[in-house]
DNA sequence: ATAATAAGCGAACATGCGTTCTATGTCAAG
DNA sequence: CTTGACATAGAACGCATGTTCGCTTATTAT
């Protein structure tokens, strides 16, 4: 950044601004330039257009030339909805069985969702949530209870951390995966440095998805 | 809740509805009646006026009456600025040393921040963040890089998961803290359960925080 | 003091924009 | 076939609203 900022505004200039901000907090709607008149106690509307060109000029609102309402405030604390989402929970993870997968037909409800701010996560795309049932994926320092943030995808990269599915032993797992040069085998490395990674034929994992996060309330 | 939701939209509704959404990400204003014709693909403006008034019956919108770019969606995915809440990491949590607290001169700079969701949280009082360094917090299940968020706060009550500093062994660690009946000591419980849970006299246990929610980003 | 510049007014104007009205088309029930 | 509830068009009406312009009143520089 460089010129710009608060350079003096002069007192009718800042109630406009707070006018303009208290509207918009409780109409959704930016106010006219009559009512920013009558709500900001400028005399006439003319003043009031002048006022906000030297606030345009000052970058503290863009306008849209002859529209109705065409004033927003550039203030940076605005939050556009995708600074936010909503990640489906769509199950739980239990060692015992495969991890469940989204089901794309189902929205998701309100009800069982997590919302988390975008900038954690990167894109939205096929995200979506499990909830850690049981001690089993303590290796991974995940703990009953914890949220665990996935997206849905095929191609893994080494050292990704993924929900394995291990067929042979019907159990799920949440491991590092590291695909073996032979590309027969993968390695499956826990979280915990202290366990050792093992190893098991590719044939016998199916690879549920990616481990974008893993969020724990206390 | 009970009634309303998405009992079935005609078409051009919801493409009403999506261009709505969409404009105002894009504009920050809502659109014009002949906005929505044109971006909804309506034929005619007492159509769109007509679709509006059935989604405004379906409590999707709100509208004032008669007031230019009147339509505002009830649609929860709006999101106001109190929806994410920017928490400040404040340094790093190490097993040597008393974890940092939060400096309440130094503002929040954006660079090191940690954007959630407010759901996640509930308040955002007296919330700072430490990035954990090392694994010495393993047997609370939390991992090197891992984000952990705290809160502020002189009382604790028992089971709470919190940063203690051990004056004794001038060490640093996150446990479940119970006060033990006669006050003089309190208990420290590790998070994994396989571990012991062991006592320390009150007098050498600073109580620095306490742990809201844990972020392990992969 | 005088000129120049910025600030303030209010009315008039031209669109912007929501609303309403009439006419037409569809489709199922009677 | 008729009736009546909906869905659709297009146009006209009229208030809403941003803009402009001429004019007066501070401020400041010369």
């Known amino acids: 950044m460089s010129h710009s900022a ?8 800042q109630r406009i601004l707070s006018f303009i901000s208290h509207y918009m907090d409780e109409h ?31 970058n503290l ?3 849209y030339e002859r529209r109705s309402r065409g004033v927003v405030l550039t203030h940076a604390h605005r939050v556009s909805p995708r600074d936010i989402v909503s990640v489906p929970i769509v199950g739980r993870i239990v060692a015992s069985e495969p991890a469940p997968t989204p089901d794309p037909d189902a929205l998701a409800d309100a009800e069982n969702t997590i919302q ?45 951390l993924a929900a394995v599915f291990l067929t042979d032993r019907n ?10 040069k032979d590309g027969k085998r993968l390695k499956l490395k826990p979280e915990n440095p202290t366990m050792k990674p093992f190893y098991v ?3 016998h994992a199916m690879i549920q998805g990616k481990v974008i996060c893993v969020i ?3």
Request: proline share 3%.
């Open 201 to 203: 034929d590719a044939h």
């Open 116 to 160: 988390i701010a975008r900038s954690l996560v990167g894109s939205a795309d096929g995200l979506y949530a499990l909830e850690v049932q049981g001690d089993s994926m303590i290796d991974a320092l995940i703990n009953d209870g914890d949220i665990v943030i996935m997206r849905r995808t095929d191609e893994i990269k080494n050292g990704d």
């Open 61 to 63: 609102l863009n306008r």
């Open 28 to 58: 959704d709607v930016p106010p006219t330039i009559r009512e920013i008149q009558k709500g900001a106690g400028i005399s006439s509307t003319s003043m009031v257009s002048y006022h906000l060109k030297a606030l345009e000029r000052a």
């Open 6 to 13: 608060i350079e003096h505004l002069t007192e009718p200039q």
């Open 171 to 180: 159990e799920s797992t949440l491991k590092r995966v590291y695909r073996e």
């Open 216 to 218: 724990r309330k206390t």
